[in-house]
């Protein structure tokens, strides 16, 4: 049945977006009507945008030589009920969608919903796009945008980037910072929360570039530095809990590859040292031989740093990584085929099975393996400059600062094994003493006579 000219009929509705939590199950979400009933209000949790579509009196197309109705479809920018249905009513008063020019201007920039900042912020930053970044690093985005910045509005009740620009909304946000895996619910280590505030504040000062808030309420916040944070303690594995970790069984879940790349990357950054973000970008071309031409060296660029980075890499390491089939990009052979954070679950997940009759002695991270490789060195007396140069560390005082506690524990029980062995020396030397003292007493109270 053909729709009269003239007509006004539009219906709003909400359109789900890929990412909404009101139906995080569904791959296709489907369309929401206003709420009418108060079970239909209660599940109208989310804040997806409102569209319209229908018909309006000015909008008409030419079929087969005949003028008709033409159907309208577009976003009414707002997510607001009564909202949209103001706008239907100046969309009613026009009789037409507005022009695409007049449509930008119209654009109430003070009334962009977060998420919709949010998604279109990682759809900027994605692979293909104008402005791409690293996939590990899109992924630190996509966790903070979509599992803290979102969760914390709905919580909250905040609808709009704009509550941004107040710089205690914003203080309230960092200060929900909890860890999102392992221990789950606890706070975050400070280097941790200064880096998660730093990719705050990129996305801020983007939604700021696009005029959708006027201002940054994150630029003045600053973390002060805990005596605690300063002077905290680092842990690496024991050798026997090493062992029991590699020993662990592979994951049910996991192809024979996947297990594969997981304990290989485990090695990798046992023993050069190697943080995890370093260790999921390696290819072969940072693997060269050292300057004697009897091993090998992992060269590379510090993701952390950006400083160059040349430690030594065992030839059983050498050969584990060339075993991998990998994947070629650029004409480089790219190690780990997953994303760094299925690399950084996988090994978690090591750790948790092979924690599964003995715990080890401190919590595990992928970072201890970072730990292990220096805390080793130190207690078997390899030169601290040394092991500072193989951190990547920009001088020796970052090295004592972080494993000061380790090297004076060393130069204790070095000082305890000189003390014993001082003693045990200077007991024969007196046994020796006094000897030779009897010898030559017996030897003076000798008769002439009996010589």
Known sequence: ???PLGTNDLKIYRRHASYCNRYPNLKNKPDTYRPTTKK???SDTCAC????????????????GKLRAKRAFASLDTNDWTAAEKEVVRLYERGSLPSVEHAVKAVDNSAIPVRYAAERYLQSRKDGSLNPIEQDTYDHYASLLNQRLIPFCDDRGIVYIRDFENKDVCSQFTESWRQLRRHTGELLAMTTRKTELERFRTFLRECVENEWMAKS????????????????????????E???MMAAPDSADLTAQQNQETRVATELMRWTGMRISDAHKFTDSEILRNETGNGWNADFIQKKTKRRCVTPLPEHVVAMLQALPGQMKDGKKYFFTCTYTALRGRVDTLAERAQKDKKFTHAFSPHCLRHTFAIQHINVGTDVKLISKWLGHESVAVTLEHYGNWIKETQRLAEDVSRDANAKMMARAAAVRSQTKTERTNSSATPLGTL
Not at 217 to 226: D, L, M, S, V, Y
């Open 40 to 42: 239909d209000e209660k």
């Open 242 to 244: 090493y062992e029991q």
């Open 1 to 3: 049945m053909a729709i």
């Open 217 to 240: 309420g994150a630029e003045k916040i600053k973390f002060k530095n805990q005596k605690t944070a300063k002077g905290e303690e680092r842990y690496g594995l024991e050798l026997e």
């Open 49 to 64: 945008p409102i569209w319209c579509r229908g018909y309006l009196a000015k909008e008409t197309k030419i079929v087969k």
